[in-house]
C-alpha cells in the first residue's frame, strides 16, 4: 500500500477503533469496570483472537500489516501524554509521609512475583512457543521476572482517582508502592535488552541516565517552572504558547528515556512530577486529558490486540500453563503486598485493597509484553498467555477492591454528614 492509501485507511481504522472501544466500556461500565479494562478487552476482540478469527478478510483489509508502525506510533504519542497527566496529578508530598510502609509494600510486590516468574522462565525457556531460541536462560528468568512484578500504575492511578481517594493515606500508599514497583521493572528490563544485544553498557546508560534525569527534572526544571505555575494562577489559564512548550518538554523527556531504553513512558511521567501544582495542574489536565484518553489511549490496546493470539493455545498444557501464571501472579502480587501493608500496621480493610489494587497488571504488563516481543525475547504463545493474565488481573482489581473498602457512593453516606447520615 502506498503512503496516501495508509493515511486513508487510518481514518477508517480510528472511527472503527474509537466506535468498538466506546461500546465495550457501555457494556462494562454496567459491570463495574473502568475504561482501562473495557479497553484492554476490546483490543483483544479487534485483533486475531475473535475478529481476526471470525472475519478474516475484513481484519485483513482493516488492519494490514502496512498499516501496523502507524498506529505504534499514534500508540505511543498516547501512552506519553497520558502518563505525563499522571505525573501531573502525583503528589510527591503526600508519599513522604508513606515511604517505609510503600517501600516495604513494594518490595514484597517486586520480590515474591520475581522470585516465581523467574522460577517459570527456568522451567520454560526450552519451549519455542514461549521464548525465541535466541533468549538464554538468565534473560528469560529476568524477563518474565520483570513481567509479573509490573503493577498497572496507570490503572492504578485513575481507580484511586474515580474512587475520590487521590488525597487519602490509602491512595498515596498504593502510588507510591506502585511507582516504586514499576521504576524496579523498567531498570531490570533495561538489564535483560542490553545482554540481548550483547552490550552491557547499556544497561549502565539506561540506569545512570534515568537517575540523572530525574534529579535534573525533580531539582531543577521542577524550581525553573515555578514562575510559569504563578503566572498562570494569575491569568487564570494557560495560553496557547505555554502549552506548546510544555507539550515539547514532555516529548523531549520522552525522547531522552526512550533512547536511553528505559522507555518513553518514564520521561513523560517525570515531566509530569516536574510541573508546578495548583491552577497550572489542573488546566494541563482539563486541556489534554480528553483527548488523550478517548482517542490517542485506545488505539495503544487495539495495537496490543493486534498482537495477542488466544488461538495459539490450543492444547491442555497450555491452558494449564495459562492458569498457573495467574495463580503465581495473583499470590506473588496481590497476596504479597497485603501480608507487607499488615506487617506495617494496615488495617485488615485497607491491606486488601492495596494488595487488589497492586495485583493489576493492566498497561504496563502490556507495554513490556509488547516491547518483549519486538525485541524477540518471548513468542506470540507467552504473550497471549501474559496478555490474558494481565486482563484477569486488571479485572478483578475494581471488584475486590470496591468489596472489602467500598463504593464511593457508599462511603461517602458512611462519612458523618454525608449523604444519607443525619445531618
Given at each position: 500500500m502506498s503512503s496516501f492509501d495508509l493515511s486513508v485507511l487510518l481514518f477508517l481504522q480510528l472511527a472503527f477503533i474509537l466506535t468498538v472501544c466506546r461500546a465495550t466500556a457501555l457494556v462494562f461500565k454496567r459491570l463495574g469496570?473502568?475504561?482501562?479494562?473495557?479497553?484492554?478487552?476490546?483490543?483483544?476482540?479487534?485483533?486475531?483472537?475473535?475478529?481476526?478469527?471470525?472475519?478474516?478478510?475484513?481484519?485483513a483489509y482493516l488492519f494490514p500489516a502496512e498499516s501496523k508502525p502507524i498506529l505504534f506510533a499514534?500508540?505511543?504519542?498516547?501512552?506519553?501524554?497520558?502518563?505525563?497527566?499522571?505525573?501531573?496529578?502525583?503528589?510527591?508530598?503526600?508519599?513522604?509521609?508513606?515511604?517505609?510502609?510503600?517501600?516495604?509494600?513494594?518490595?514484597?510486590?517486586?520480590?515474591?512475583?520475581?522470585?516465581?516468574?523467574?522460577?517459570?522462565?527456568?522451567?520454560?525457556?526450552?519451549?519455542?512457543?514461549?521464548?525465541?531460541?535466541?533468549?538464554?536462560v538468565m534473560q528469560a528468568m529476568l524477563f518474565m521476572g520483570a513481567a509479573m512484578s509490573i503493577t498497572a500504575f496507570p490503572m492504578l492511578a485513575r481507580i484511586i482517582f474515580e474512587q475520590g481517594l487521590s488525597k487519602t493515606a490509602l491512595g498515596t500508599l498504593a502510588l507510591a508502592a506502585g511507582s516504586l514497583d514499576d521504576a524496579a521493572a523498567w531498570c531490570v528490563l533495561a538489564v535483560v535488552l542490553a545482554s540481548f544485544q550483547n552490550r552491557p553498557e547499556l544497561a549502565v546508560y539506561a540506569i545512570g541516565g534515568?537517575?540523572?534525569?530525574?534529579?535534573?527534572?525533580?531539582?531543577?526544571?521542577?524550581?525553573?517552572?515555578?514562575?510559569?505555575?504563578?503566572?498562570?494562577?494569575?491569568?487564570?489559564?494557560?495560553?496557547?504558547?505555554?502549552?506548546?512548550?510544555?507539550?515539547?518538554?514532555?516529548?523531549?523527556?520522552?525522547?531522552?528515556?526512550?533512547?536511553?531504553?528505559?522507555?518513553?513512558?518514564?520521561?513523560?511521567?517525570?515531566?509530569?512530577?516536574?510541573?508546578?501544582?495548583?491552577?497550572?495542574?489542573?488546566?494541563?489536565?482539563?486541556?489534554?486529558?480528553?483527548?488523550?484518553t478517548a482517542f490517542l489511549l485506545p488505539v495503544f490496546f487495539v495495537y496490543s490486540g493486534l498482537n495477542t493470539r488466544i488461538g495459539l493455545l490450543n492444547t491442555v498444557s497450555l491452558w494449564l500453563l495459562a492458569g498457573v501464571v495467574l495463580l503465581a501472579a495473583t499470590l506473588g502480587k496481590g497476596v504479597a503486598c497485603y501480608a507487607a501493608a499488615r506487617w506495617h500496621g494496615e488495617s485488615h480493610r485497607e491491606a486488601m485493597a492495596v494488595g487488589a489494587l497492586m495485583n493489576a497488571r493492566g498497561l504496563m504488563e502490556l507495554i513490556i509484553l509488547n516491547i518483549g516481543l519486538q525485541r524477540g525475547i518471548i513468542e506470540p504463545g507467552l504473550f497471549a498467555i501474559m496478555v490474558m493474565m494481565a486482563i484477569i488481573t486488571t479485572l478483578m482489581a475494581t471488584p475486590i477492591f470496591e468489596r472489602v473498602y467500598g463504593k464511593p457512593a457508599r462511603r461517602l453516606q458512611q462519612q458523618p454528614g454525608g449523604a444519607g447520615s443525619p445531618g
Amino acid at each position: 500500500m502506498s503512503s496516501f492509501d495508509l493515511s486513508v485507511l487510518l481514518f477508517l481504522q480510528l472511527a472503527f477503533i474509537l466506535t468498538v472501544c466506546r461500546a465495550t466500556a457501555l457494556v462494562f461500565k454496567r459491570l463495574g469496570q473502568s475504561q482501562v479494562v473495557s479497553e484492554m478487552i476490546a483490543g483483544v476482540l479487534m485483533g486475531p483472537s475473535l475478529m481476526g478469527w471470525l472475519w478474516p478478510e475484513w481484519s485483513a483489509y482493516l488492519f494490514p500489516a502496512e498499516s501496523k508502525p502507524i498506529l505504534f506510533a499514534l500508540s505511543q504519542v498516547g501512552l506519553v501524554l497520558y502518563m505525563f497527566l499522571i505525573g501531573v496529578e502525583f503528589d510527591l508530598d503526600l508519599i513522604k509521609s508513606r515511604m517505609r510502609s510503600a517501600a516495604s509494600v513494594s518490595l514484597a510486590g517486586i520480590v515474591v512475583p520475581f522470585s516465581l516468574g523467574a522460577a517459570l522462565a527456568s522451567y520454560l525457556v526450552g519451549d519455542s512457543q514461549l521464548f525465541s531460541a535466541r533468549t538464554t536462560v538468565m534473560q528469560a528468568m529476568l524477563f518474565m521476572g520483570a513481567a509479573m512484578s509490573i503493577t498497572a500504575f496507570p490503572m492504578l492511578a485513575r481507580i484511586i482517582f474515580e474512587q475520590g481517594l487521590s488525597k487519602t493515606a490509602l491512595g498515596t500508599l498504593a502510588l507510591a508502592a506502585g511507582s516504586l514497583d514499576d521504576a524496579a521493572a523498567w531498570c531490570v528490563l533495561a538489564v535483560v535488552l542490553a545482554s540481548f544485544q550483547n552490550r552491557p553498557e547499556l544497561a549502565v546508560y539506561a540506569i545512570g541516565g534515568g537517575l540523572l534525569f530525574g534529579a535534573l527534572a525533580l531539582l531543577g526544571l521542577r524550581r525553573w517552572l515555578r514562575p510559569l505555575g504563578q503566572k498562570v494562577e494569575q491569568e487564570g489559564e494557560i495560553s496557547p504558547a505555554l502549552l506548546v512548550f510544555v507539550l515539547a518538554l514532555v516529548m523531549l523527556g520522552a525522547w531522552f528515556t526512550d533512547y536511553i531504553q528505559i522507555y518513553a513512558v518514564f520521561g513523560a511521567f517525570v515531566m509530569g512530577i516536574a510541573m508546578p501544582r495548583g491552577k497550572f495542574a489542573a488546566e494541563l489536565h482539563r486541556t489534554i486529558y480528553p483527548l488523550t484518553t478517548a482517542f490517542l489511549l485506545p488505539v495503544f490496546f487495539v495495537y496490543s490486540g493486534l498482537n495477542t493470539r488466544i488461538g495459539l493455545l490450543n492444547t491442555v498444557s497450555l491452558w494449564l500453563l495459562a492458569g498457573v501464571v495467574l495463580l503465581a501472579a495473583t499470590l506473588g502480587k496481590g497476596v504479597a503486598c497485603y501480608a507487607a501493608a499488615r506487617w506495617h500496621g494496615e488495617s485488615h480493610r485497607e491491606a486488601m485493597a492495596v494488595g487488589a489494587l497492586m495485583n493489576a497488571r493492566g498497561l504496563m504488563e502490556l507495554i513490556i509484553l509488547n516491547i518483549g516481543l519486538q525485541r524477540g525475547i518471548i513468542e506470540p504463545g507467552l504473550f497471549a498467555i501474559m496478555v490474558m493474565m494481565a486482563i484477569i488481573t486488571t479485572l478483578m482489581a475494581t471488584p475486590i477492591f470496591e468489596r472489602v473498602y467500598g463504593k464511593p457512593a457508599r462511603r461517602l453516606q458512611q462519612q458523618p454528614g454525608g449523604a444519607g447520615s443525619p445531618g
